[in-house]
């Protein structure tokens, strides 16, 4: 499904301020796998995201989804293949227009050429259907602008606009991240009943350690670049967030740095 063969990216090559973002990578899902991944400030994971979605190209190694290799496609022709939803509620929806423009930008993406973003009736019903699920009430609210909507409101609608066209990929970006404790669990819990109903092949970036043992069926830890551990869902079932940060510094050699870090 998603396959990553010897990815590396290097910033500011040959200065002073050279970074190595990802050194080798690889990492291949299978189709229906979520994958949680944790790692220290600037392990790279950030940049994993980036260069799966097109807004960074590797410097060398490939980029497969579904066996075709889209490691030179920019972003924007790999939107029908990837969803993605970013920490900042305000990223992944335009304020200044309603929730169902909103939808229907998200509707046409990834679809034919010639699809028109007009409104219809049907497709009305069927964004009222979508939005019902969420069990927020948004779809009594189909007019209203973006803009005021709560952040956990917004990511509600991110969430279902970029698993709207059922991606290969789904990334979450730290998305529950910016939210309170209540509105990141009601995401946590719709990013879950989306996931399993779709058979969503997921990738998830958190500082939540609880969380990133809780959710999918494997884990990925990061450092400096490099997977430094993967973990299979039998192994995830038992681990506890301290066995899980003990491994980290059994491995890497330090402590885990990450000043976001949430233990659960
Ligand atoms: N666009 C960029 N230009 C220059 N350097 C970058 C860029 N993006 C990332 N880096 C560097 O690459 C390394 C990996 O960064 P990345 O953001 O991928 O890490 P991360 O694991 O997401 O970190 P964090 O948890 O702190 O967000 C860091 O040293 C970072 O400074």
Same mark, same amino acid.
């Given at each position: 499904?998603?396959?990553?063969?010897?990815?590396?990216?290097?910033?500011?090559?040959?200065?002073?301020?050279?970074?190595?973002?990802?050194?080798?990578?690889?990492?291949?899902?299978?189709?229906?796998?979520?994958?949680?991944?944790?790692?220290?400030?600037?392990?790279?994971?950030?940049?994993?995201?980036?260069?799966?979605?097109?807004?960074?190209?590797?410097?060398?190694?490939?980029?497969?989804?579904?066996?075709?290799?889209?490691?030179?496609?920019?972003?924007?022709?790999?939107?029908?293949?990837?969803?993605?939803?970013?920490?900042?509620?305000?990223?992944?929806?335009?304020?200044?227009?309603?929730?169902?423009?909103?939808?229907?930008?998200?509707?046409?993406?990834? =679809?034919? +050429?010639?699809?028109?973003?007009?409104?219809?009736?049907? !497709?009305?019903?069927?964004?009222? #259907? &979508? $939005?019902?699920?969420?069990?927020?009430?948004?779809?009594?609210?189909?007019?209203?602008?973006?803009?005021?909507?709560?952040?956990?409101?917004?990511?509600?609608?991110?969430?279902?606009?970029?698993?709207?066209?059922?991606?290969?990929?789904?990334?979450?970006?730290?998305?529950?991240?910016?939210?309170?404790?209540?509105?990141?669990?009601?995401?946590?819990?719709?990013?879950?009943?989306?996931?399993?109903?779709?058979?969503?092949?997921?990738?998830?970036?958190?500082?939540?350690?609880?969380?990133?043992?809780?959710?999918?069926?494997?884990?990925?830890?990061?450092? =400096?670049? +490099?997977?430094?551990?993967?973990?299979?869902?039998?192994? !995830?079932?038992?681990?506890?967030? #301290? &066995? $899980?940060?003990?491994?980290?510094?059994?491995?890497?050699?330090?402590?885990?740095?990450?000043?976001?870090?949430?233990?659960?």
């Amino acid at each position: 499904m998603l396959e990553l063969s010897k990815v590396s990216k290097l910033f500011f090559p040959g200065t002073p301020d050279e970074k190595a973002a990802l050194i080798g990578i690889n990492l291949t899902l299978k189709p229906g796998d979520f994958v949680t991944v944790i790692g220290s400030n600037g392990a790279g994971k950030s940049t994993l995201m980036n260069i799966i979605s097109g807004v960074v190209s590797p410097d060398s190694g490939d980029v497969r989804i579904d066996g075709n290799i889209v490691s030179e496609l920019p972003e924007y022709k790999r939107g029908r293949w990837i969803g993605r939803v970013f920490q900042d509620p305000m990223a992944g929806t335009a304020p200044h227009l309603t929730i169902e423009e909103n939808l229907s930008i998200a509707y046409v993406r990834g =679809k034919k +050429r010639g699809l028109s973003f007009g409104i219809t009736r049907a !497709k009305r019903a069927f964004f009222q #259907e &979508q $939005l019902k699920k969420l069990g927020i009430g948004l779809d009594n609210r189909l007019r209203a602008k973006v803009g005021q909507l709560s952040g956990g409101e917004r990511q509600a609608l991110s969430l279902l606009m970029a698993t709207f066209t059922e991606p290969q990929i789904l990334l979450l970006d730290e998305h529950t991240a910016a939210l309170d404790p209540a509105r990141a669990e009601l995401i946590t819990r719709l990013t879950e009943s989306i996931v399993r109903e779709m058979k969503l092949t997921t990738l998830m970036v958190t500082h939540n350690m609880e969380q990133a043992i809780r959710l999918g069926n494997r884990l990925i830890m990061m450092d =400096k670049g +490099r997977i430094i551990l993967d973990i299979d869902e039998q192994r !995830k079932k038992d681990l506890t967030v #301290e &066995q $899980l940060l003990r491994e980290f510094e059994n491995i890497s050699g330090h402590k885990m740095a990450d000043d976001r870090v949430v233990f659960g």
